[in-house]
C-alpha cells in the first residue's frame, strides 16, 4: 500500500522545491509511527479542528502521505545500501584484480620477449591509469594471452588466470558502474525522501497547532498533540 501511496503522491511530493524542503529532526520510522498515532488521535477532534481552518484533506490524506514517506524512505535505504555494498565488494576484489594485472603483464613482457609486436601491444596496455583502465586492461590481457597461448605455455603459464582475468574484469565493471552511477546523483533519493517528509509534516505540523490551539486548557486532549519523541528529548 505504501508504494501505491507514492505514486500518487509523487506529483505533489516532487513540486515542492529545495528551498522549502525540510529534512527530518528524528529518526524516520517514529516520525512515521508518531503520524499515524495522530491520525487516530485526531479522528474525533476532526470537527473542532476544521473550525479553526484545518481543511478536511488534512485528515483525510495523513494516512495516504504517510505511506508515500514511508515507500520513499525504503527507495532510499535501499540506494544507499546499495552503494555500500558495491563499494564493499570493490574494496574486496580490487586489489585482487590489480595484483592480477600487474601479473600478466610481467608475465607477458617475458613470454613475448622475442615479438616486438606483441611487447608493444603490451606496453599499450600498460598506458592509463584509473579504475576502469584497470579492468579495461585485464579484459584486453585475457584476449591478447588466448590469441597467443604457445608462448605462454612454453614458460609453464597457467592458462586459467586469463579466464579469471576476463571474469573479474567483467564482474567489477557492474561494481564500478554502480558505484559511479550513485556517485553522479548520490542524494537523489535522499532528496526525495526529504520532500516526501516535507509533504507529510505540512498536515502533522497543521493539525498538531491546531490541536495545541483548541485544547489549550484539555491536558488530557492535548498531550496527543505533541510529539513524543521530541518531548523526551
Do not use: C
Not at 503522491?9 to 525540510?22: D, F, Q, R, W
Not at 585475457?142 to 579469471?164: C, N, R, Y
Amino acid at each position: 500500500m505504501s508504494k501505491e501511496n507514492f505514486e500518487a503522491m509523487l506529483a505533489a511530493i516532487e513540486a515542492i522545491p529545495a528551498n522549502e524542503t525540510k529534512t527530518p529532526n528524528m529518526p524516520v520510522d517514529k516520525y512515521i509511527q508518531e503520524s499515524a498515532d495522530l491520525s487516530i488521535w485526531s479522528t474525533d477532534d476532526q470537527a473542532k479542528l476544521t473550525v479553526v481552518g484545518i481543511p478536511q484533506v488534512f485528515f483525510d490524506e495523513l494516512p495516504v502521505r504517510e505511506g508515500a514517506l514511508r515507500h520513499a524512505q525504503s527507495l532510499w535505504m535501499k540506494e544507499r545500501y546499495t552503494k555500500e555494498e558495491a563499494a564493499r565488494q570493490w574494496n574486496e576484489e580490487a586489489l585482487v584484480a590489480d595484483t592480477l594485472r600487474n601479473e600478466l603483464e610481467h608475465t607477458f613482457r617475458f613470454a613475448f620477449r622475442s615479438r616486438t609486436d606483441l611487447l608493444d601491444r603490451v606496453h599499450a596496455i600498460e598506458e592509463g591509469t584509473g579504475h576502469a583502465d584497470m579492468l579495461q586492461d585485464l579484459s584486453d590481457l585475457s584476449v591478447l594471452g588466448k590469441a597467443h597461448l604457445p608462448l605462454l605455455q612454453a614458460i609453464a603459464f597457467d592458462e586459467t588466470k586469463l579466464d579469471t582475468a576476463a571474469a573479474l574484469s567483467e564482474s567489477l565493471s557492474k561494481v564500478l558502474a554502480t558505484m559511479n552511477g550513485e556517485r553522479t546523483d548520490p542524494n537523489k533519493a535522499k532528496f526525495l525522501r526529504d520532500q516526501a517528509y516535507t509533504h507529510l509534516k505540512e498536515v502533522v505540523d497543521g493539525i498538531r497547532a491546531a490541536g495545541k490551539f483548541v485544547f489549550w486548557k484539555d491536558e488530557k486532549r492535548l498531550k496527543g498533540y505533541y510529539s513524543r519523541y521530541l518531548n523526551r528529548r
